[in-house]
Nanobody, 125 residues
Framework: QVQLVESGGGLVQAGGSLRLSCAASRHTFSRYAMGWCRQAPGKEREFVAAIHWSGDSTYYADSVKGRFTISRDNAKNMMWLQMSGLKPEDTAVYYC??????????????????WGQGTQVTVSS
């Protein structure tokens, strides 16, 4: 099982940027499609972005499309989420996770396998 550790969260003003990082423990990281999800207080966890194991294909939730960019470096066992144009509604705990398989279309939460512990992102208005 892959161990995942997120970092890079914090407090930022609306319109600002943050870069989240996800470090994976195993060299088999490159075999996994990966993704980011988030959970705001009192709300269900929701999908944010996903990336194929090769890095060649990505999916985004409509709410973040054009503002967030997911990327990865398999040689470093790392994945990132570059967030810009942040809005107060982006406030949430952000989780990185492995995808159990890759298929066409936006993943559902049941497609994800191993999860990190999460990192808090707070956007002030």
């Amino acid at each position: 099982q892959v161990q995942l550790v997120e970092s890079g969260g914090g407090l930022v003003q609306a319109g600002g940027s943050l870069r989240l990082s996800c470090a994976a423990s195993r060299h088999t990281f490159s075999r996994y499609a990966m993704g980011w999800c988030r959970q705001a207080p009192g709300k269900e966890r929701e999908f944010v972005a996903a990336i194929h194991w090769s890095g060649d294909s990505t999916y985004y939730a409509d709410s973040v499309k054009g503002r967030f960019t997911i990327s990865r470096d398999n040689a470093k066992n790392m994945m990132w989420l570059q967030m810009s144009g942040l809005k107060p509604e982006d406030t949430a705990v952000y989780y990185c996770a492995t995808l159990q398989y890759w298929r066409a279309g936006v993943p559902t939460l049941t497609d994800f396998g191993s999860w990190g512990q999460g990192t808090q992102v707070t956007v002030s208005s």
